[in-house]
């Protein structure tokens, strides 16, 4: 059973326009909820991450947006920049416990 | 980057034999983990490790087996490889366990034939 659901697959956007990503979770237990962003050949690293106690947070250009009544989350690249292109994989988190994955959206950034 | 090192780093193995991939880190972090990185599947926890000698199952740990007998060290052992372990595997570490940061190694890629 997959508790985080994550879309589109892939996503082709125009250089300065805004990449949008969506997660949706299930186990309302969740209360961690980061993004990562992963090039090809390297491990994922940590982008952005937001708690449950506040309904945006933004560093820069990326912004999370979180609506925990609706049980979804979301990742705003504004202005995107070829370097942007990349894997974005969102998770969720309870406690001390692991961290759940979604299924990855491969952004690609055109000129 | 986090001072995460897996090795080896590209391995190519024959159906059945034994195959044993090695994360080492040295930020003396209490958590360790071990992923699977597959298209359409993105990462999948195999076995974690919240301190020395003390490990877990995750979601798909069949035909994987984990040891820690040092904070550094997190060995994952395929027992008898098989071609569904074709895969590219990621270790990472975090200081507080789930809810909070992990720190991926650069990933070790496992060829089954």
């Known amino acids: 059973q997959q508790q985080v659901k994550q879309s589109p697959q892939s996503l082709i956007v125009q250089k300065g326009g805004i990449s949008i990503i969506n997660c949706a979770y299930e186990?309302?237990?969740?209360?961690?909820f980061p993004w990562y962003q992963q090039f090809p050949g390297k491990g994922p690293a940590l982008l952005i991450a937001?708690?449950?106690?506040?309904s945006e947070k933004k560093e820069g250009r990326f912004t999370i947006s979180f609506n925990k009544s609706a049980k979804q989350f979301s990742l705003h690249i504004m202005d995107s920049q070829p370097g942007d292109s990349a894997t974005y994989f969102c998770?969720?988190?309870?406690?001390?416990?692991?961290?759940?994955f979604g299924t990855g959206t491969r952004l690609t950034i055109i000129p | 980057d986090a001072g995460i090192t897996q090795s080896p780093r590209h391995k190519v193995t024959e159906t059945g034999t034994p195959v044993t991939l090695r994360c080492h880190q040295t930020?003396?972090?209490?958590?360790m983990y071990w992923y699977r990185q597959d298209p359409g599947h993105g990462l999948r926890l195999i076995h974690y490790s919240y301190g020395v000698k003390d490990t877990d199952k995750g979601e798909v740990s069949d035909g994987y087996s984990v040891s820690r007998s040092k904070t550094e060290d997190f060995l994952l052992t395929l027992e008898s490889a098989t071609s569904s372990q074709t895969s590219v595997y990621f270790c990472?570490?975090?200081?507080?366990?789930?809810?909070?940061?992990?720190?991926f190694g650069p990933g070790t890629r496992l060829t089954v034939t």
């Open positions: 990472a570490i975090s200081e507080l366990g789930g809810a909070y940061e992990q720190y």
């Open positions: 186990n309302t237990a969740f209360d961690y």
């Open positions: 998770a969720a988190g309870e406690g001390n416990e692991k961290l759940t």
């Open positions: 937001i708690r449950p106690d506040v």
């Open positions: 930020e003396n972090h209490r958590y």
